[in-house]
């Protein structure tokens, strides 16, 4: 499955920052050096109940970026999680395969503002 491009924009949160680009580059920035330390929370679960606030976690963080599309998607997983108590390995992949997405275009953003 071809990911969906993530809304993870430095110009919907300079908008939301009443126009501070370098406040919402620094946002950006932050959550780029977050996303492996979230990869890392969904990959050493080591119960559903770690497993489910990981990716709540990972939500949040999205949803505070605007991108509202990756954000739905994770909430998808929490709740097959919540269902079959396991992330099947397909969506797994999936995810990541997403998260990678909006992390390119984070960057992508955060570099072409500095640049």
């Known amino acids: 499955m071809q990911p969906a491009k993530p809304d ?3 110009a919907f949160l300079t908008r939301t920052l009443d126009g501070d680009e370098d406040g919402a580059r620094e946002v950006l920035t932050c959550f780029l050096g977050s996303v492996p ?3 890392a929370a969904i990959e050493g679960a080591s119960d559903v109940q770690s497993l489910r606030r990981a990716l709540h976690t990972l939500k949040g963080s999205l949803l505070a970026l605007g991108a509202f599309e990756l954000a739905s998607y994770v909430a998808s997983c929490e709740e097959e999680v919540q269902k079959a108590q396991v992330l099947r390995q397909e969506t797994r992949a999936d995810l990541r395969a997403r998260l990678d997405h909006a992390v390119c275009e984070a960057a992508s953003s ?3 503002a500095s640049g």
Do not use: A, E
Request: charged share 0%; glycine share 0%; hydrophobic share 45%.
């Open 8 to 10: 993870v924009s430095l």
């Open 37 to 39: 330390t979230y990869w």
């Open 110 to 112: 955060v570099q072409t």
